[in-house]
């Protein structure tokens, strides 16, 4: 777990936190579709405009499987919007759906929300592990 500042910078910060993660717990097969998950829910959380910090963790949560969570100080949920093929945004949590196969959620906290994606083998939605804590 590691917290960012809300800067552009920080998702590819993010990417390596996740990326070493995996190498580190041998499931190097879910690097690839984990950065691209990362690098949206990070990129979500610095269109809030919030002024902390951003939190992002990745936990194994299966022999096969890991979570990945990106809290951040907004409590606005992110809504999935399907977008055409000319908009220019409006992109990220359809592609975070295709890549999680539908795992993904929000849940509001205290100060905030938490957004988590699933990714590898994993059959349930669990409750997300920086709440956990």
């Known amino acids: 777990m ?8 920080s998702v590819g910060l993010a990417q390596q936190l996740v990326r070493t993660a995996l190498r580190d717990w041998g499931l190097g097969e879910l690097v690839e579709a984990a950065e ?8 979500n959380a610095l269109h809030t405009g919030c002024l902390t910090l951003m939190r992002v963790s990745v936990h194994q949560i ?6 990945v969570a990106v809290r951040d100080g907004s409590r606005s949920l992110p809504v999935m ?15 975070v759906h295709k890549l999680t196969q539908g795992r993904w ?4 906290g205290p100060f ?22």
Do not use: C, F, N, W
Request: glycine share 10%.
């Open 2 to 9: 590691a917290e960012y500042p809300y800067r552009a910078e």
């Open 36 to 43: 691209m998950v990362t690098t949206e829910l990070v990129t």
């Open 62 to 67: 299966g022999a096969r499987a890991v979570q």
């Open 81 to 95: 919007i399907l977008a055409d093929e000319a908009d220019e945004s409006s992109r990220g949590l359809p592609l």
């Open 105 to 108: 959620g929000a849940e509001l």
């Open 112 to 133: 905030g929300k938490v957004v988590y994606a699933h990714l590898g083998r994993t059959g349930h939605l669990s409750r997300p592990a920086l709440y956990s804590h």
